[in-house]
């Protein structure tokens, strides 16, 4: 009895522990601005603490160019990558920045996107945390 209980109580906790650690990056998104009225900023950030600074801005750097971002500029050295999407035909560009930065052991990414007015940016929790997740793969 005791023994199907404490297996249950892991078992408990061990699932409650994942979906906690899933949802870091999600429980840090934020964003400021009225879509099509002003400008919008999405951000969110996540640690890793086992991911050295140097890793963790090479990881950062492939994911942005699979999302297919274009004028990529990467400082390695200052771990900040700044990168550019135009997809609404307007000419005004659609600004990623992303920081690395030491933690502890381990890194801190920072990710901010901005829309400028008059544009909107569907799902960004999402995109946005694909790439600070990009890190852990």
């Given at each position: 009895m005791y023994k199907t209980a404490f297996y249950a109580f892991a078992l408990a906790t061990i699932?409650?522990?994942?979906?906690?650690?899933a949802s870091t990056c999600s429980q840090h998104y934020q964003s400021s601005g009225?879509?099509?009225?002003?400008?919008?900023?999405?951000?969110?950030?996540?640690?890793?603490?086992?991911?050295?600074?140097?890793?963790?801005?090479d990881k950062v750097s492939r994911a942005v160019l699979a999302e297919g971002f274009v004028d990529v500029?990467?400082?390695?050295?200052?771990?900040?990558?700044?990168?550019?999407?135009?997809?609404?035909?307007?000419?005004?560009?659609?600004?990623?920045?992303?920081?690395?930065?030491k933690s502890g052991k381990g890194s801190r990414i920072d990710a901010l996107f901005m829309v400028p007015q008059g544009q909107v940016a569907p799902n960004m929790s999402d995109n946005l945390c694909r790439v600070v997740n990009s890190v852990a793969d």
């Open positions: 699932s409650i522990s994942s979906a906690a650690a009225v879509p099509l009225v002003t400008g919008v900023t999405y951000k969110t950030w996540m640690e890793f603490p086992s991911v050295s600074p140097a890793v963790a801005f500029n990467a400082e390695k050295q200052l771990g900040t990558l700044t990168a550019q999407q135009e997809t609404t035909g307007s000419g005004r560009p659609q600004t990623l920045r992303v920081v690395v930065r």
